[in-house]
């Protein structure tokens, strides 16, 4: 009897990875002999792959939410090898990160001014649309108290350090989850010790050194945190009015916090200066943090309006103390995505009327971009119809 048939190997999945956003390609390679590759993605069959020799690749839309993908091959033989990949976390496949010139959009300025008016304390907003760069800003110069926000700075900082994103039953992976999903002050203090080599203060200037060498000079962060909580205009970038507190303890900018978020998004296609930074940041690195964010638990507030909206994803950062509250992040949709950056502060304490201007911005920004990008395709199809 002749020996058994060894099994086809299964797909080797390059794109995407586990525990990762994805804006939709999917790729790898196969074994030789494969005749079909064919995807499902959370059990639906959404076709096959496209096979040049032992390469293939696909580019579909995915849920805004953490599913699985197996792709299955097939021989001339008729025999099947499967490989899945997950949790991925789909973006929209529109919103794949490219370079966009920022650029003035009146009519979002005048209703992002007139939320702003309406607020009874100081305040400081920045959208942007990433598809086109046109966008709005309000004292988007102008320093706050940073709160939690600067945790983002952190877990930059942790994964320049590290070779690899961490394992989720790790420790540095398990308290990086806390710090940003929960926004957890003593696994952020416990993450700046390990950066400092057991001191938070000495972590504390490792983060603010790699901001500084992100160009983000409006950011400052020192210590730990107390346990318990061209021929268009350009987005003007101002400071109106300006907490006295401003250069003690931690501080950022709407700004700055705009440009990390950016950052970020630029990051997970491969580009922009996160990836330029000395050390281990990668591409790999940027898609886990999106991917983290993505999950943070910490409602209503940009995703006050908008997070209910069907295929609508916020990933976001908030911060807050007694003074000062702030949210931060990225909204994508079907058609795009943009950056949304809201800051606030009163001296006689903020309050939940905070949480529901984020709302507002964001809400506002969604309905104007979507609007445009619409009013984009729709022009399109005039076009190019004959």
Do not use: C
């Not at 069959?45 to 197996?70: C, E, M, Q």
């Not at 920045?126 to 086109?132: H, I, N, S």
């Not at 003007?236 to 950022?252: A, E, M, R, W």
């Not at 950056?341 to 920004?365: E, F, H, P």
């Amino acid at each position: 009897m002749p020996p058994a048939e060894p099994p086809p190997t299964p797909p080797a999945i390059y794109a995407p990875a586990p525990r990762e956003v994805s804006f939709g390609q999917i790729k790898g390679r196969v074994a030789a002999g494969t005749r079909i590759v064919s995807i499902r993605v959370a059990g639906e069959y959404k076709g096959h792959a496209n096979l040049d020799g032992r390469r293939f690749w696909k580019t579909l839309s995915l849920p805004s939410r953490d599913v699985t993908i197996r792709i299955t091959t097939v021989n001339a033989m008729g025999d099947k090898a499967s490989s899945s990949v997950g949790p991925v976390y789909g973006l929209s496949r529109r919103a794949r990160p490219h370079a966009a010139k920022g650029s003035l959009d009146r009519a979002l300025q005048r209703k992002i001014r007139a939320l702003v008016d309406a607020f009874p304390g100081t305040s400081s907003v920045y959208v942007q649309d990433l598809l086109t760069g046109k966008g709005a800003a309000w004292n988007a110069r102008a320093r706050f108290m940073g709160a939690s926000t600067l945790k983002l700075g952190i877990a930059i900082e942790v994964l320049r350090v590290l070779s690899a994103k961490p394992a989720p039953d790790s420790q540095i992976g398990s308290l990086f989850r806390r710090m940003l999903v929960y926004s957890d002050n003593g696994a952020a203090n416990d993450l700046e010790a390990w950066l400092g080599g057991g001191s938070i203060y000495t972590g504390s200037a490792r983060v603010t050194a790699t901001l500084r060498a992100l160009g983000l000079y409006d950011s400052y962060i020192n210590g730990g945190y107390i346990l318990g909580t061209a021929d268009r205009a350009p987005i003007p970038l101002n400071v109106v009015d300006q907490p006295s507190y401003f250069n003690t303890g931690k501080y950022t900018s709407a700004w700055d916090l705009a440009r990390v978020h950016k950052f970020l998004h630029r990051g997970a296609g491969g580009h922009g200066p996160l990836l330029g930074l000395s050390g281990h940041f990668t591409a790999s690195d940027a898609r886990f943090m999106l991917w983290t964010l993505a999950h943070v638990q910490d409602p209503g507030k940009l995703d006050r309006y908008v997070g209910s909206e069907p295929g609508v994803s916020v990933l976001h950062k908030a911060g807050w103390i007694s003074v000062a509250r702030h949210d931060s992040g990225l909204v994508y949709w079907q058609d795009g995505g943009f950056v949304a950056v809201l800051m606030t502060y009163r001296s006689t304490g903020v309050s939940s009327s905070s949480d529901v201007l984020a709302g507002q911005i964001a809400k506002t920004a969604f309905e104007h971009f979507s609007q445009a990008a619409a009013g984009a395709r729709s022009a399109s199809g005039r076009l190019f119809r004959f």
